[in-house]
C-alpha cells in the first residue's frame, strides 16, 4: 500500500502496521475528496498541505529502528513518495551515528539559504500581464506553466505570453496543450496521448527545458523523487519522463478569486505556512518550498495587491531567495 515502502523500511513490523493503517486512512480520505471533484486543483492542494508526509520526517523515524529490508522489497506500491537520493541511506551505520548525523544535517540547514519557487498555472489567462508587471516591479524569478490552448484564444492572450517569454525574470513550462479539457480521469487513461498532448504544447511555445506540471494533479517525478498523488495517473507521468519531461508538483497552493479578489485564505495565513514549512523543515524538501497560484486570480486589482503583498513579506527575510522551479532543488 500506499508509502509503504519507506514506511517498513524505517518503522520494523510493529511501526509499520501502525504506519500502513494511518497511511491508508490518509489515502481513503484522499481519494473521498479527489472522486468527487477530480477537476479541483485546490483540494488537492490544501490536502496535500495538510497530510503531507515530509521525507525528512520519515528518515528521522529511521533513525530508531532495525531496517527490514525483506519486507521491503516485497512490498509493490503504488501511489506513494519514494526519495532515494535526496537523503542517501547507510544502513550499515549504527542507530546513534546515524542519528546525531541527521540531527547534525538539520541543524545545518538552518544557517543555509531558503528556496521559495513562485509558479502560476494555466496562463495566459486575464491576469497574466499583471503577474508580468509586479514580477517586474518586484525583480523576483518567477515559474509559469503555460497551456497553449489558451494563448490560441486571442490575440491578447498571446501578446500576454510573449511579455512572459520576453521577461528575463520568469521562465516559461509545460501545463499541457489542452489543460486535459478539464476531464482529468480520462485524460490520464490515455498515457499515449498525454505525452502527445505535451509535446504539442512544448513545440507550440517552443519551450527551451522539458519541465513538466500535470494539470489537475500535485506529481512529482524528477530523477531524485517521485510522488503521484492520484494512482491512475502514474502511468502517465512516468511516459512523460521517459521522454525526458521533468515533473513538479507543490508544497503550497493560494487560492484568490479573480473577480472579487478575495482569497481562500489570507496572505498572512499564506506567509506562515510558507515559513512553517521552511522553519520546521516540511517541505517535500527541506530549505526549498514551491508556491502555486492561478494567473486567473489576478484580474482584480485586490488580488494583485495580495501577491504583491506576499512577496514583500517573504521578502523580509534576506535568507529567502525566489528562484525558478528549474533549479528544484537547491542543495548545498
Ligand atoms: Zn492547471
Known amino acids: 500500500m500506499c508509502k509503504s515502502i519507506l514506511a517498513i523500511k524505517r518503522l520494523g513490523v510493529v511501526g509499520a502496521i501502525t504506519f500502513i493503517l494511518s497511511s491508508c486512512n ?3 480520505q484522499y481519494f473521498q475528496s479527489s472522486a468527487n471533484n477530480t477537476s479541483k486543483e485546490d483540494s488537492i492542494a490544501q490536502q496535500l498541505t495538510k497530510d503531507f508526509v515530509n521525507p525528512d520526517s520519515l528518515d528521522y523515524l529511521e533513525d530508531s529502528v532495525l531496517l527490514d529490508t525483506t519486507e521491503a522489497k516485497k512490498d509493490t506500491v503504488s501511489g506513494e513518495r519514494l526519495v532515494d537520493t535526496v537523503f ?12 546525531s548525523r541527521k540531527k547534525a544535517y538539520r541543524a545545518e540547514l538552518v544557517d543555509k539559504p531558503k528556496h521559495i519557487y513562485i509558479t502560476f498555472d494555466d496562463g495566459p489567462l486575464l491576469g497574466s500581464s499583471s503577474i508580468d508587471s509586479i514580477i517586474s516591479a518586484k525583480n523576483i524569478k518567477s515559474s509559469v506553466f503555460l497551456v497553449g490552448k489558451h494563448a490560441n484564444m486571442s490575440k491578447r492572450l498571446y501578446k500576454d505570453y510573449e511579455k512572459y517569454a520576453s521577461n528575463p525574470l520568469i521562465e516559461c513550462y509545460n501545463h499541457s496543450y489542452s489543460h486535459a479539457n478539464h476531464h482529468y480521469e480520462k485524460f490520464y487513461s490515455d498515457p499515449d496521448n498525454v505525452l502527445k498532448d505535451f509535446d504539442t504544447n512544448q513545440n507550440y511555445f517552443e519551450l527551451p ?33 521517459e521522454n525526458g519531461y521533468n515533473i513538479y508538483g507543490w508544497d503550497v497552493e493560494w487560492r484568490i ?5 478575495v482569497p481562500d485564505r489570507p496572505l498572512a495565513q499564506v506567509y506562515k505556512e510558507i515559513k512553517n514549512l521552511i522553519d520546521k523543515q516540511q ?15 489576478f484580474r482584480n486589482e485586490k488580488g494583485q495587491q495580495l501577491l ?22 537547491k542543495k548545498y
Not at 526549498?288 to 492561478?294: A, F, G, I, K, P
Not at 504583491?308 to 532543488?329: K, N, V
Open 26 to 28: 490518509y489515502i481513503n
Open 88 to 99: 542517501q541511506k547507510e544502513t550499515e551505520k549504527p542507530v546513534v551515528e546515524k542519528t
Open 209 to 241: 527545458h522539458k519541465i513538466a506540471r500535470m494539470p489537475g494533479r500535485n506529481i512529482w517525478m524528477l530523477d531524485s523523487l517521485s510522488y503521484v498523488d492520484i494512482k491512475g495517473s502514474r502511468r502517465a507521468a512516468e511516459v512523460l519522463h
Open 257 to 261: 478569486n479573480g473577480v472579487t479578489g
Open 283 to 297: 517541505s517535500l524538501v527541506a530549505n526549498n518550498v514551491v508556491l502555486l497560484m492561478h494567473d486567473d486570480m
Open 308 to 329: 504583491a503583498g506576499l512577496i514583500d513579506s517573504l521578502h523580509q527575510h534576506p535568507d529567502y531567495h525566489f528562484e525558478y522551479i528549474r533549479d528544484y532543488p
